[in-house]
T-cell receptor, first 114, second 110 residues
Framework: DTAVSQTPKYLVTQMGNDKSIKCEQN?????MYWYKQDSKKFLKIMFS???????INETVPNRFSPKSPDKAHLNLHINSLELGDSAVYFC?????????????FGSGTQLSVL | TQLLEQSPQFLSIQEGENLTVYCNSS?????LQWYRQEPGEGPVLLVT?????EVKKLKRLTFQFGDARKDSSLHITAAQPGDTGLYLC??????????FGDGTTLTVKP
């Protein structure tokens, strides 16, 4: 059983399109995240949800909108895709948010905007 | 903004050699995690260190948290090709936000 699963694995699309990435965790964790990894492998947090409530929202363009229908799911919708959005997007979960946060990552979605 | 700098950024060694990777910051963290990431996969948690000066061992890997909880090191003894990957440190604060280092890419040649 995959603990944190995200789909699709690869996403190739044209500039200006709207796309979604889905994420589900079966670990019973309270907290879920979206991270972006750039071409230099730097991982940066985008959003964090705790029990469906948004708790972290880094300076991310409004074109990015996360949605958490329940604490096991966190989806990411991106409007009007731009070339600079090309990256690998990782979903992650942790038992709880806090000082001892341990992250469990999905296998990533490689987004290529042409 | 809390920054974590890792050194070296790239490391290529022969099987059987020892190595140390460093993770440094000017900020104090409540805990620090080390992850390993392989191509096409997400990072996998290796260890969490919490107490200043703490040392944890995971087989051939030894992790240390600095006394002031601002830095950490990862030492690998007798490296094997299976250790190849991207090593990431991440510092967590009470606010529950992990800041990742810029990564160390390790290649162990047979």
């Amino acid at each position: 059983d995959t603990a944190v699963s995200q789909t699709p694995k690869y996403l190739v699309t044209q500039m200006g399109n709207d796309k979604s990435i889905k994420c589900e965790q079966n670990l019973g964790h309270d907290t879920m995240y979206w991270y972006k990894q750039d071409s230099k492998k730097f991982l940066k947090i985008m959003f964090s949800y705790n029990n469906k409530e948004l708790i972290i929202n880094e300076t991310v363009p409004n074109r990015f909108s996360p949605k958490s229908p329940d604490k096991a799911h966190l989806n990411l919708h991106i409007n009007s895709l731009e070339l600079g959005d090309s990256a690998v997007y990782f979903c992650a979960s942790s038992p709880r948010a806090g000082w001892d946060e341990k992250l469990f990552f999905g296998s990533g979605t490689q987004l290529s905007v042409l | 903004t809390q920054l974590l700098e890792q050194s070296p950024q790239f490391l290529s060694i022969q099987e059987g050699e020892n190595l140390t990777v460093y993770c440094n910051s000017s900020s104090v963290f409540s805990s620090l995690q080390w992850y390993r990431q392989e191509p096409g996969e997400g990072p996998v948690l290796l260890v969490t260190v919490v107490t200043g000066g703490e040392v944890k061992k995971l087989k051939r890997l030894t992790f240390q948290f600095g006394d002031a909880r601002k830095d950490s090191s990862l030492h690998i003894t007798a490296a094997q090709p299976g250790d190849t990957g991207l090593y990431l440190c991440a510092g967590a604060t009470n606010a529950g936000k992990s800041t990742f280092g810029d990564g160390t890419t390790l290649t162990v040649k047979p």
